[in-house]
């Protein structure tokens, strides 16, 4: 099991702050696939990862990073605090 | 050193009184504070979102760097979330060092960081509706400088 | 714009929170507060002599650069002369602009430009006697920058 | 007539903080000489001018500037305010 966060407008788009899932996923880009390929509201949120960062057990990570140990995925717009 | 994500309200200037008294050493204090701005008169209000637990861990991480690289003698960090109104201060960052050269480039590290790497997400609230503030190119540009 | 060359101490927290009120349209506030250092736990004293007329039009020189260079809100210089404790604030400088890169960049103009162009002098009162403050060359060097 | 004033060091060095001259000097650097050949403290305290500023009625200015319509001269060392 595995605790997936949105925020910001990703997490308007999918209509949800978190969601605990059961994941055969391997890596951050296969979990987007999985979850893209669920509903529509999650392709539209993930479409261009480009403008997409993902946050590992709260650090920055990248989107081909492994999920072995992970217990939070967190997907979220760049930051524009300050 | 302290570091505060909170939803209240503060006061720049009794928090830099209250930074500058106990700043002993230091020789230098550098302050910067962000307000809500006000757009050509039309007052706009501001959503500030933010990434519980991760917003905390990611600013410790960045004044340890610069504590460490500038040899501050403090840092302080502010930063609210919520919902805040037109001219109020968004989050204020504060350095003290022996030679101001270190404060001043120990204040604007903190702030290239803070607006690139800690897990804030603004929305504007406008008269034409809410919008999600889109982070700058220059921005991410400004971190290529540390 | 506001420019104030004084014998009287100064809460540089009290100073902020006036300056930051009255910043309509900014965005981002850049303090800078100097102090008398703490040397390794003896408190020093200092005496600051100064020019009089010339400060003043010194450092109004200064500010009107700075405003125009960097399109400030508003812009604030406070120093002190006469005799000074150790810890006390010696002088601050705040800037407002719509941008922090502004902000920063003009507090750090008018540092540098003070450090060297406006007509102060300090003694350090020390416990082997007073001393004059010799200028530093990397003051003189800053201002190749700008 | 010309009011001359020394700040810092330099009014420690010649005693006084400001006077009052009648001169024919034409240019700072005659003035210098001027005072040097006077007495011993103003030979001392101009003895090195690289470590000195003069300003001109309040304005910062070189030792080979003339002194024509000038009512204010000052002789200090470097500024160290900030």
Redesign the interface.
């Known amino acids: 099991m595995i605790e997936v966060?949105y925020?910001?407008?990703v997490?308007e788009r999918i209509g949800l702050p978190r969601e605990r899932l059961d994941t055969q996923a391997t890596t951050v880009a296969e979990l987007v696939a999985e979850l893209s390929a669920r509903e529509e509201r999650y392709a539209l949120a993930f479409s261009d990862l480009s403008s997409l960062r993902v946050?590992l057990d709260?650090?920055?990570s990248s989107f081909d990073a492994p999920l072995a140990g992970v217990r939070e995925v967190?997907f979220?717009?760049?930051?524009?605090?300050? | 050193m302290r570091l505060s994500v909170q939803a209240q309200a503060f006061d720049p200037g009794a928090e830099t009184t209250a930074f500058t008294k106990t700043a002993t050493g230091a020789g230098a204090v550098v302050t910067f504070t962000g307000l809500v701005r006000d757009n050509g008169g039309t007052l706009s209000a501001m959503e500030i979102e933010h990434y519980p637990g991760m917003t905390e861990r990611a600013i410790a991480t960045i004044m340890d760097q610069a504590v460490a690289r500038w040899s501050l003698v403090d840092a302080l960090v502010i930063h609210r979330h919520g919902r805040l109104a037109g001219g109020e201060p968004i989050m204020m960052v504060a350095t003290a060092a022996p030679h101001r050269a270190d404060a001043f480039a120990a204040a604007e590290f903190l702030m290239d960081y803070l607006k690139s790497r800690a897990p804030f997400w603004k929305k504007e609230l406008g008269p034409d509706g809410a919008t999600w503030v889109a982070a700058k190119d220059a921005d991410e540009d400004a971190l290529s400088r540390w």
């Open positions: 966060l925020f910001a407008w997490r946050a709260q650090e920055l967190a979220f717009p760049p930051m524009t605090g300050g």
